[in-house]
T-cell receptor
Framework: EVHLLESGGRLVRPGGSLRLSCATSGFSFSNYAMSWVRQSPGKGLEWVSVISGSGIVTYYGDSVQGRFTISRDNSKNTLSLQMNSLRGEDTAVYYCAKGSAFSAVAAIYDFGGQGTLVTVSS | DIQMTQSPSSLSASLGDRLIISCRASQSISTYLNWYQQKPGKAPKLLIYGATTLQSGVPSRFSGSGSGTDFTLTISSLQPEDFATYYC???????????FGQGTKVEVK
């Protein structure tokens, strides 16, 4: 059974940084693309970033491009999201999602965790 | 960006009802359309991908149809566990330009 467990969310001041993690189990992690999706009351569900199984190919949403970095450690079955220069509009619950394929583009994504809440406020 | 518009935004229904939720894309997305179910405090759950393919483990009372710009999610006989919010999402073009609809909340009548 696939397990995804997000962590790292907390209250942070505007301009601050935060690193989210997603611990995974139940599947061969390196064979599948992974993704971060966030959900806020004002903007609904929004795709944040996607990474291929190898970690070589990454994509970012326009709103986070240049501020967020997605990465993965295939030896530890862990997905990460480094978030810098945080803004109020980054406030959301962040979910990690598992792709159905190695390719970030070809995969269909499904979720499994509970999400982690990031609040950006002074 | 491709915009996804769902209708209705909410609906009230009774057990056993047949429900149809619509999703319209602002441009053609072929069959690059997925449906998710979300319950309060939980992550979304994939129900249907490729517009019509049922995800493994999802009950057969759920079905999807459509192509191009117009899509539907049908629940043939509403069960207690189906009261939730449903989202359509396209995966046309490169990620993460993929957008979700605004959601359809299914409530008890």
């Amino acid at each position: 059974e696939v397990h995804l467990l997000e962590s790292g969310g907390r209250l942070v001041r505007p301009g601050g940084s935060l690193r989210l993690s997603c611990a995974t189990s139940g599947f061969s992690f390196s064979n599948y693309a992974m993704s971060w999706v966030r959900q806020s009351p004002g903007k609904g569900l929004e795709w944040v970033s996607v990474i291929s199984g190898s970690g070589i190919v990454t994509y970012y949403g326009d709103s986070v491009q240049g501020r967020f970095t997605i990465s993965r450690d295939n030896s530890k079955n862990t997905l990460s999201l480094q978030m810098n220069s945080l803004r109020g509009e980054d406030t959301a619950v962040y979910y990690c999602a598992k792709g159905s394929a190695f390719s970030a583009v070809a995969a269909i994504y499904d979720f499994g965790g509970q999400g982690t809440l990031v609040t950006v406020s002074s | 960006d491709i915009q996804m518009t769902q209708s209705p935004s909410s609906l009230s229904a009774s057990l056993g009802d047949r429900l149809i939720i619509s999703c319209r894309a602002s441009q053609s997305i072929s069959t690059y359309l997925n449906w998710y179910q979300q319950k309060p405090g939980k992550a979304p759950k994939l129900l249907i991908y490729g517009a019509t393919t049922l995800q493994s483990g999802v009950p057969s009372r759920f079905s999807g149809s459509g192509s191009g710009t117009d899509f539907t999610l049908t629940i043939s006989s509403l069960q207690p566990e189906d009261f939730a919010t449903y989202y359509c999402q396209h995966n046309y073009q490169t990620p993460p330009m993929w957008t979700f609809g605004q959601g359809t909340k299914v409530e008890v009548k």
